[in-house]
């Protein structure tokens, strides 16, 4: 079965500009997930989706950082406008109804000079 | 709140001779346990899991880790590293399907 897939790869923006990130999660997974990996750090939940509700969206920056998964299948994570701490690498991940497995996309290098 | 520690951030070992990534886990109940790999450029791959059925968990290219209560620990082991080993390694604890993972231990393998 085809993987998660995110685009872009890398991104390279100046502070105070917008950029976007799409993530495709493998097919009938119901759950999607946003993370945040900063170097040198494991991944931080920024957002999960159930369907196309949002569960939990405790971690995320709300004044700056946006997602939505419209009809419940692919989601789209923006941050307007970037600050320089943003630079990490965002990794989106889904899972199905049976356990807790989550399969993660190759990830978006995000640099904001 | 769940958590886990990792307490090594880089470990080195020489090909062919043993893996050692410990951590140890913080919760309240009996918590599912994760170990994720992650190659440079590549997404996070699951190595293994514990859900509270046998403690000794085995799971791909090798690799296994033991769920020890008394000690809180789910330590990763493998007995002889190759050099595709090398990678970055999760421990990871989840519950109400979110996982918190821990910093990481970064495993050099060298020839």
């Known amino acids: 079965e085809a993987g998660v897939a995110q685009s872009p790869r890398y991104k390279i923006i100046e502070k105070r500009q917008s950029v976007a990130f799409w993530c495709n999660p493998i097919s009938g997974h119901a759950t999607l997930y946003w993370y945040q990996q900063i170097l040198g750090q494991g991944p931080k939940l920024l957002i999960q989706?159930?369907?196309?509700?949002?569960?939990?969206d405790s971690q995320l920056p709300k004044d700056r950082f946006s997602a939505e998964r419209l009809k419940g299948v692919d989601s789209t994570l923006k941050i307007q406008p970037a600050k320089l701490e943003d630079s990490a690498v965002y990794l989106c991940?889904?899972?199905?109804?049976?356990?807790?497995?989550?399969?993660f996309g190759p990830g978006t290098r995000l640099t904001v000079t | 709140a769940q958590s886990v520690t990792q307490l090594d951030s880089h470990v080195s070992v020489s090909e062919g001779t043993p893996v050692l990534l410990r951590c140890n886990y913080s919760?309240?109940?009996?918590?599912?346990l994760f170990w994720y790999v992650q190659h440079p450029n590549k997404g996070l791959q699951l190595l293994l899991k514990?859900?509270?059925?046998?403690?000794l968990v085995k799971g791909i290219n090798g690799f296994e880790a033991e769920f020890k209560k008394s000690e809180t620990s789910f330590h990763l082991t493998k007995p002889s590293a190759h050099m595709s080993d090398a990678a970055e390694y999760f421990c990871?604890?989840?519950?109400?399907?979110?996982?918190?993972f821990g910093s990481g231990t970064q495993l050099t393998v060298l020839p």
């Open positions: 514990y859900t509270s059925a046998a403690t």
């Open positions: 919760s309240s109940y009996s918590p599912s």
């Open positions: 989706f159930q369907n196309n509700g949002v569960v939990d």
């Open positions: 991940a889904s899972s199905g109804q049976a356990n807790y497995e989550q399969y």
């Open positions: 990871v604890i989840g519950s109400a399907r979110q996982l918190t």
